[in-house]
């Protein structure tokens, strides 16, 4: 790999690690955020969505949200738990993926691609080729 090819991938990692690390911690700072909204309004798979809400289930699912971002972003810019993050965090993207899709009907801004297929293909990117090890603390020790 060139370096103008590290350096591009590192700012794609960059960028997408502040992208999810903003989206977490406004959710960490602000103590009024709930997934309920977004949850209650499932399109795809309802019932599944749904089960989510039980009042014994919403806080861990607040959490896991919160914090999953955030700590995706803090590995992604930092280059550390590459590949480990940027899987969960993919799965993460296809579990908010359904409940906005109404298909066969298009969303007002994409029909069956928007931008959380986008960054689950990007964090699969990530977790292809290793991302970290390209000027990330996963290639400390390696001569890249």
Known sequence: MTQFQKFSLFLLRFGTGWLFFYAGITKVLDSQWSSAFYLKAAKTFPQFYSMFLSP?????VDFVNKWGLTLLGVSLILGIFVRWSSLLGALLMILYYFPILDFPYPNP???????????????LFFFAIGAGRYWGLDGRGENN
């Open 56 to 60: 014994n289930i919403l806080p861990i």
């Open 109 to 123: 801004h994409s029909y069956i691609v928007d931008e959380h297929i986008i960054y689950a293909l990007v964090l």
